[in-house]
């Protein structure tokens, strides 16, 4: 049997349900039940309440991820530790209050002897929180149009990924429509695209591309360029030649 092991997780130190199971030779789902069952109890007590005393004080609501699939688990405090262990009788849960004790207390030692860092959340929790976060942000991103959409989609990869898959929109200098370049040179959008076309102006030196929604398609996605000012005086020598 693994050595019971406590780590921190939002400041709090704690311990996996799993490994609570695997310590008391209880099926997860089993004790699952049981958690379920306690913060249920703590809940619907106005005493709790009344004392200011929180079920996550006692047990946090987690997942794990397992051959591409996310299943739910707890993380337990030394609070829900002693709860689980006061439900216990016999030898196993004589062993098991001597394996939290001693974690819990080796853990505390570290932190107050400053002699070794604190250990950080395990590799599927790190992950689950980055799924979580993208999923937000793909969310968030539905909201939205254009640019905004290009930097929330942009993020969402990057906390799956590490990297920016996709790339992230220029967005420091001001940029304008082709509609917009139109009615500063007194010329249609269309003439602005044929002319941009024509000379090879939608280049990184005059703007970029961006998503924006087709017009006569909500919901639809089409690639759009955006300019910047400076292609302004380019354009006026070009239709001053013409």
């Given at each position: 049997?693994?050595?019971?092991r ?5 400041d ?20 699952l039940r049981?958690?379920?069952g ?5 809940e619907?007590?106005?005493?709790i309440?009344?004392?200011k ?6 047990f946090?609501?987690?997942t794990?991820e397992?051959r ?14 002693d ?15 001597a394996?939290?004790v ?14 070794t ?15 979580r ?9 539905k ?10 989609q ?6 799956l990924?590490?990297e920016y898959?996709l790339?992230?929109p220029?967005?420091?200098?001001k940029?304008?429509?082709?509609q917009?370049?139109?009615?500063k040179?007194?010329i249609s ?5 044929m002319l ?5 102006l939608?280049?990184?030196?005059y ?7 087709a017009?006569n398609?909500?919901?639809?996605e089409?690639p759009?360029?955006?300019y910047?000012e ?6 006026k020598?070009?239709?001053?030649k013409?």
């Amino acid at each position: 049997m693994n050595e019971l092991r406590v780590f921190n997780f939002n400041d709090a130190e704690v311990v996996d349900s799993r490994d609570v199971a695997e310590w008391t030779d209880r099926n997860h789902k089993d004790l699952l039940r049981d958690i379920r069952g306690y913060i249920e109890v703590m809940e619907k007590s106005d005493e709790i309440s009344q004392r200011k005393i929180a079920p996550s004080d006692f047990f946090i609501e987690s997942t794990f991820e397992s051959r591409g699939k996310q299943y739910p688990c707890y993380l337990l405090t030394k609070k829900g530790c002693d709860m689980v262990a006061n439900k216990m009788t016999g030898e196993k849960g004589v062993l098991f209050t001597a394996a939290y004790v001693s974690a819990f207390e080796k853990m505390r030692e570290h932190i107050q002897g400053g002699k070794t860092k604190r250990l950080g959340m395990t590799d599927y929790q790190m992950e689950s929180i980055r799924v979580r976060k993208a999923q937000l942000l793909e969310r968030l991103a539905k909201e939205y149009d254009g640019t905004y959409r290009q930097v929330l989609q942009a993020h969402a990869t990057k906390e799956l990924t590490g990297e920016y898959l996709l790339p992230l929109p220029y967005i420091g200098e001001k940029m304008y429509s082709a509609q917009e370049i139109g009615e500063k040179l007194g010329i249609s959008a269309n003439k602005v695209g044929m002319l941009a076309n024509r000379n090879h102006l939608k280049t990184k030196q005059y703007g970029t591309w961006v998503n924006d929604v087709a017009k006569n398609c909500p919901g639809k996605e089409v690639p759009s360029f955006r300019y910047y000012e400076s292609v302004v005086p380019v354009l006026k020598t070009i239709i001053s030649k013409q």
